[in-house]
């Protein structure tokens, strides 16, 4: 009766594509984004000793020069048209 009560293994199905020629660049099937290898955050997991030198690492990077510019730039618009919008007296900075 152990016979008939038996499962089956499922059949495995070997499946390589036609014009696939494997030149050691991995798996055609596995999703990666193009720009991960050039990120340092879409590096191996590791513990937190390893993720905090990664971090340091990118912080000790120089980025764009212009990019503090224009980010204060961006920042003071920004906080003029707040002030602007919440009626706020700048003459109260100014004297008479």
């Avoid at 152990?2 to 596995?30: M, V």
């Avoid at 224009?70 to 008479?96: M, Q």
């Amino acid at each position: 009766m152990g016979r008939f009560s038996r499962l089956r293994k499922n059949k495995k199905y070997g499946y390589t594509p036609r014009y696939y020629d494997d030149k050691g660049e991995g798996n055609p099937f596995k999703i990666q984004h193009r720009l991960d290898r050039f990120r340092s955050t879409a590096g191996p997991q590791g513990g937190v000793k390893s993720r905090w030198k990664r971090a340091m690492a990118d912080s000790r990077q120089k980025g764009d020069r212009n990019y503090k510019l224009r980010f204060y730039l961006v920042l003071a618009i920004l906080l003029l048209l707040a002030l602007y919008l919440l009626d706020f007296d700048l003459s109260i900075f100014f004297p008479k």
